[in-house]
């Protein structure tokens, strides 16, 4: 039988009274139980992601953020400033195309802008994973490299969208992120080969389940990632 430890109560403790908006505002989490508390936080109601407004003081030490069962509106986005984050999951991205339009593509958004509003300085220096998940139009032409620049130390990514394609080649796309440990390119249904991925010298892990690639010529380069620990491949569930 599996008993929580006093961490693991407190945690829980200290989330519901948040949610519940019956706590005192004198308190001061440290790093560990910032993250402990908000992942608690949400999973008692995703929409308690606008709570962290009001306790951002309280929160302050906060390092880690799964946006992806929340709704994010610009307010959520702006009051992400308030933290020092170096892991940072945005979930959908087009439900912030509203928010965060690209003047140039009517049916996606900026995400280069929609970082820019998210992340402060600090976060940028220390940023070492980030996530989202979205059409391929949610993809502004260049944003690799733009990203790349914004988040200079990135060692983990993890984007779920269908398509590499002109808006986003892969190899550009290696070349852009040259210090990753992690990748997730799961379900990139056209995604013909990996081409490119041998400049990901560091690469310990790569996940691409349900990808799209069929001909075996298109995993050569693999072989020359002398760092890649492990490789998960599946096919349709």
């Known amino acids: ?26 308190f001061h989490l440290n790093t560990k139980s910032s993250n402990a508390v908000v992942r608690e936080l949400l999973k008692l109601d995703p929409e308690n992601i606008r709570k962290l407004e009001k306790y951002r003081k309280q929160l302050s030490k906060l390092t880690e953020l799964d946006l992806r069962k929340c709704r994010i509106d610009e307010r959520v986005v702006l009051n992400l400033k308030n933290f020092k984050l170096n892991s940072l999951e945005f979930g959908e991205l087009h439900l912030l195309k509203r928010e965060f339009p690209d003047p140039t593509n009517i049916y996606g958004i900026d995400v280069v802008s929609l970082l820019e509003e ?21 993809f502004m032409s260049g ?16 984007i779920i969208f269908k398509r590499f394609n002109e808006r986003c080649p892969f190899s550009s796309f ?22 490119g991925i041998k400049n990901l010298r560091n690469l310990q892990k790569l996940v691409m389940c349900n990808a799209g690639i069929r001909n075996f010529h298109g995993y050569q380069e693999l072989s020359e990632l002398k760092n890649l620990k492990v490789l998960e491949v599946s096919g349709e569930e």
Request: neutral net charge.
């Open 1 to 26: 039988m599996f008993f929580s430890s006093l961490f693991q109560l407190a945690v829980k403790s200290v989330a519901q009274h948040i949610h519940n908006e019956k706590i005192p505002l004198d």
């Open 118 to 138: 998210a992340v402060n300085t600090d976060s940028r220096e220390i940023m070492i994973h980030l996530g989202f998940t979205g059409q391929e139009e949610a």
């Open 143 to 158: 944003w690799e490299k733009k990203i790349s620049k914004l988040f200079p130390y990135l060692q983990s990514i993890k």
């Open 174 to 195: 290696c070349v852009s992120f040259p210090n990753l440990r992690v990748l997730d390119i799961s379900y990139a249904r056209d995604l013909s080969s990996l081409n």
